[in-house]
């Protein structure tokens, strides 16, 4: 029974680590605005790829993040809350000095889905050591940026894009709009062709 018991301890260790670095990020304050609740990411790009507006179908292909434990957060609209956090025991994935971006998604399937991708100057993975529990707490600041989406920090106001099939972007709250408007105008330009109708 205690080589079962040592042998379990063994095993499960070997898939949590009994400690890590933690960069948990949390924010009260930003409204993601015209957004449910969302699903959030900390993680990092490949060495040498720049995410951007015209690249999002290459996102999810460069994208790095913890898998064990599940490191997925939410948003949501009610606090507002935003909830995430990741734990590297080692720098083995995440090169001190990396970048971290908070990506905030409804679905990572690409065109059609509403994204949003922050950063900000200081969220940097340091030296991690899986014996130090040490927390790195984040949240927006100032000096946060929105690299697809828009952020608003003075204002406390975010937003996520849809991706579009060609690598673009069209606001989310501004595409619902947008084919409103293009109904109307074809609707508009339909009876225009046709003429006033007589009774």
């Known amino acids: 029974m205690k080589k079962l018991i040592a042998t379990m301890i063994l095993a499960v260790s070997a898939v949590l680590p009994l400690s890590a670095t933690q960069y948990t990020f949390e924010d009260f304050t930003v409204k993601l605005s015209g957004a449910g609740v969302e699903s ?8 040498g790829f720049v995410a951007t507006a015209a690249n999002t179908s290459e996102w999810a292909v460069n ?89 608003d920090w003075a204002d406390g106001v975010a937003s996520t894009r849809i991706v579009t099939a060609g690598g673009g972007d069209v606001p989310d709250s501004v595409s619902s709009g947008l084919l409103l408007s293009v109904g109307l105008l074809a609707l508009f330009g339909l009876r225009r062709k046709t003429g006033p109708s007589v009774i």
């Open 40 to 47: 959030l990411q900390l993680g990092y790009f490949a060495h």
């Open 63 to 151: 994208w790095t993040t913890v898998t064990v434990p599940d490191s997925t957060g939410y948003y949501d609209p009610s606090g507002p809350e935003w909830s995430v956090s990741l734990a590297l025991p080692d720098n083995s994935v995440f090169a001190a000095g990396s970048q971290l971006y908070l990506w905030a998604y409804d679905t990572q399937i690409g065109s059609g889905s509403a994204w949003g991708l922050f950063a900000d100057a200081s969220w940097l993975i340091g030296i991690n050591e899986g014996l130090d529990g040490i927390t790195h707490p984040l949240d927006f600041t100032a000096a946060s940026t929105a690299v697809f989406g828009s952020l």
